[in-house]
């Protein structure tokens, strides 16, 4: 029987904390409604995720425009 050990673990739940968090703020900085960063925690959800934000026409910023 395999064991998880407790290293493991940690590393395992600050990856489902830290990578849903920053797709957040992507989503957010891209004009979407962050809580679009929580389809990162589903595998495909990330991918699908990714594509999306890399395909779309993101809003331009104010320092870009002046």
Do not use: E, T
Not at 14 to 27: A, G
Not at 48 to 60: E, I, K, N, T, V
């Amino acid at each position: 029987m395999m064991h998880i050990g407790v290293p493991a673990l940690i590393v395992a739940l600050l990856y489902l904390v830290f990578q849903p968090l920053c797709f957040w703020k992507i989503c957010q900085k891209a004009g979407y409604n962050g809580a679009w960063g929580l389809l990162s925690v589903v595998p495909i959800g990330a991918v699908g995720l990714l594509g999306f934000l890399a395909f779309s026409d993101w809003p331009p910023r104010a320092k870009d425009v002046a």
